[in-house]
């Protein structure tokens, strides 16, 4: 399981860095929970559920935020879970202000699909660049 959760992942990366989000969609179990952590500067942040959740976190996401680089750097695994350890800069639209932080991403899998993926991430700077 460990192995083709891994690669699961790596295709919802490789989707995600090509903007094909049909891709994205056909990964992700139609009762999907999306999250990333609120902040009431950050317009994408709360948790979205199901498939037109994730659409719109996505749509907010494009009209919020350029992701200049998003770059995975280690997967830890277990029977059901993928955690990517990485590097993200990221530009808010509003402001033109750039920040960075290391993340987590938390991708739980269920019969091949993902159930639920939660960032952790530095808010602040994420919070500041909004503002």
């Known amino acids: 399981m460990g192995a ?6 790596q295709r919802l990366y490789a989707a995600f860095g090509n903007r094909d989000i049909p891709a994205m969609l056909d990964m992700l ?5 999306w999250g990333e952590p609120a ?3 950050n317009p994408a942040g709360g948790t979205w559920r199901g498939h037109a959740g994730f ?3 996505v749509d907010i996401g494009r009209e919020a935020e350029d992701i200049l680089a998003l770059e995975p750097c280690k997967m830890l695994v277990d029977a059901d879970s993928v955690a990517v350890v990485g590097h993200m800069t990221c ?11 290391d993340f987590v991403h938390l991708v739980t899998l269920r019969d091949g699909k993902v159930a639920r993926f939660q960032e952790f991430f530095d808010t602040y700077a994420a919070g500041e660049a909004f503002r």
């Open 55 to 57: 659409l719109s976190w």
């Open 39 to 41: 902040n009431p500067y």
């Open 4 to 9: 083709e959760n891994v690669t699961i992942v």
């Open 29 to 33: 179990a139609p009762d999907i929970e």
């Open 91 to 101: 530009r808010a639209i509003a402001t033109r202000k750039v920040y960075e932080s």
